[in-house]
């Protein structure tokens, strides 16, 4: 196998990632589990997994990004989620555009130059409404699994419309509308609509050049991808392993030290 020649750390608030890459910067191996309450233990604790997997006697050269990034002490860097997200991005693509990152707990717009480096970017980590915590608190109330929304989003014939701009909110009117006999299908295209068009009116706070690219764990979630290109009007690219981005871009930037 290639020798790994740098690993990137993502300590996200709801997952935490590592990944692998060779001297060429391909990604050659990665590590993913939910997010624990100890994440220095978590992450070094993955670090070593990983480099064991790889057969290396320890870590080569080590970049963090995410909210816990602070807290992997095996990093001899830290770097924003926006710098590593568009580096993997750019990379894995080849080209500029608008990237939306929607994670657990937060979603970012960023705008990437012809040369792979941000130049705009805006962020929400103040309201779960427009992050994959909104859909993985629906979803634990209607009880369907978090991956299996967006198909069903999308076989939905009809769609129910959600108003409330605040997930309590929102909890509440989904339970009006089961108790009104609604299509679960429905309400969760509905859901969707309502996460897509928060994330996209963001989106156009920093231009939405196309093409638009989508990263982070949601979008694991067909339905969203397919609603975002709806609402945006142009097509949505997905890079490889999306939720491994953030990790995929602090690799190359160790590689780069
Ligand atoms: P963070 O980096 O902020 O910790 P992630 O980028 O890992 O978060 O994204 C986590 C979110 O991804 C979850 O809230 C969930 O909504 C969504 N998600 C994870 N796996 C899937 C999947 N298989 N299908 C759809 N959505 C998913």
């Known amino acids: 196998m290639t020798a790994a020649a740098a690993f990137g ?9 590592v990944v692998a890459v060779d001297a060429a910067g391909a990604l050659l191996a990665s590590r993913l589990e939910p997010t624990r309450p100890r994440l220095e233990e978590q992450a070094a604790s993955l670090v070593a997994a990983l480099a064991a997997d790889l057969g290396l006697p320890g870590p080569p050269a080590v970049v963090a990004t995410g909210y816990g990034r ?3 002490r095996e990093a001899a860097r830290r770097v924003t989620e926006i710098t590593c997200h568009a580096r993997g991005a750019f990379r894995a693509l080849g080209h500029g555009g608008t990237l939306v990152d929607i994670g657990g707990q937060d979603a970012k717009a960023i705008r990437i130059g012809p040369d792979g480096r941000p130049v705009d970017f805006a962020m929400n980590d103040k309201c779960a409404a427009g992050t994959g915590r909104f859909l993985e608190h629906t979803a634990a109330r209607l009880g369907v699994e978090v ?3 967006g198909a069903r989003a999308l076989a939905a014939s009809t769609e129910e419309s959600i108003s409330s701009t605040c997930t309590v909110f929102a909890e509440s009117e989904i339970i009006s509308l089961i108790g009104r006999g609604a299509d679960l299908d429905a309400i969760i295209r509905g859901l969707h609509r309502s996460l897509v ?3 996209v009116a963001m989106a ?3 231009g939405l050049a196309p093409p638009l690219i989508l990263s982070g764990g949601v979008a694991l979630n067909p339905g969203v991808r397919a609603m975002m290109a709806e ?3 142009m097509p949505v690219l997905l890079p490889p392993h999306p939720q ?3 990790a995929y871009g602090a690799a190359l930037l160790a590689l780069e030290a």
Do not use: E, F, N, P
Not at 9 to 17: I, Q
């Open 147 to 149: 991956a299996d929304l």
């Open 231 to 233: 609402a945006a009007g």
């Open 70 to 72: 602070q807290l992997v």
């Open 9 to 17: 750390v993502d300590a996200g608030s709801t997952t935490c990632k």
């Open 244 to 246: 491994l981005m953030g």
């Open 204 to 206: 156009r706070t920093v």
């Open 197 to 199: 068009g928060r994330i």
